[in-house]
């Protein structure tokens, strides 16, 4: 599903996250639809999620522990990505002081954010010794897929990787899909998608059109190509930490 290069060399792809049983994703997303630049790093988050005691997984199936941070707004739904149930989607204010604590709540492992320079900000009295004693990877990302100084690059041409991006940005049709028989037959599963189908229909217009625009031209050229490569660069915690804002 995924090929991989660090530094340049293809690398086994579970080399960059090394995802164990109790990982967790945290993604701070700035701006409309911001995160789809780091839309293969949230999938391979999600893969490994699932391939990590796979048997349990398969027995006790869950949504992986991945979380999406809004910070300054909203920035359109990602339940497309499983950032599902609806508390996966956290939305803050413009407040680093904020982001950092709700990624400690939520005991975050990985770390994706916006490369940009950094803000100046103190954080609150021993928060950043907490999350840096627990990161183990950090990566900054662009909403472009294209990072500067990039040492890491994740690429994939699997029809299901380019659906996701498809249906984050152009959801509505499946508002009008008639509900397949399998989760009509399973009562918990039927109540799950419906609250999910309101959740999106309430969020279709969250972001606007000219907002929209940038997300949308990238998609229609990765859509043409059918293939999606991403740049990231791994960067320290204390890095990470100084860019949990705006710019």
């Known amino acids: 599903m995924f090929t991989l290069e660090l530094e340049g060399q293809a690398a086994p792809v579970d080399s960059l996250l090394q995802w164990t049983a109790h990982a967790r994703l945290g993604v701070v997303m700035i701006q409309p639809f911001g995160a789809l630049g780091a ?11 699932g391939a990590v005691e796979e048997a349990r997984r398969m027995r006790d199936p869950h949504y992986a522990e991945i979380y999406l ?49 950094p803000t100046d900000i103190a954080h609150d009295f021993k928060e950043p010794e907490a999350a840096m ?16 100084g990039a040492d890491v690059v994740l690429s994939s041409s699997d029809p299901a990787v380019l659906e996701n991006l498809r249906d984050t940005l152009w959801p509505g049709y499946m508002l009008e899909e008639p509900v397949d028989p399998a989760r009509r037959a399973d009562p918990a599963r039927l109540a799950d998608h419906m609250r999910w ?42 890095w990470a930490l100084q860019r949990l804002g705006r710019r």
Not at 42 to 49: K, P, R, T
Not at 79 to 106: G, K, M
């Open 39 to 49: 839309s293969l790093a949230i999938q391979l988050a999600i893969a490994s999620y």
């Open 133 to 148: 004693d627990r990161l183990a990877l950090c990566l900054a990302y662009d909403p472009s897929g294209a990072v500067r």
């Open 197 to 238: 189908r309101a959740a999106l229909r309430a969020r279709l217009d969250e972001v606007g059109s000219a907002e929209r625009e940038p997300a949308e031209t990238r998609a229609n050229a990765l859509l043409e190509s059918g293939k999606i490569s991403e740049q990231y660069r791994r960067v320290s915690p204390a």
């Open 69 to 117: 941070f809004h910070v300054g707004g909203r920035w359109g739904d990602f339940s497309l990505f499983d950032f599902w149930p609806a508390r996966r989607e956290i939305f803050l204010p413009d407040d680093p002081c904020v982001t950092l604590a709700s990624l400690n709540s939520h005991g975050i492992t990985h770390l994706l954010v916006p490369d940009g320079a």
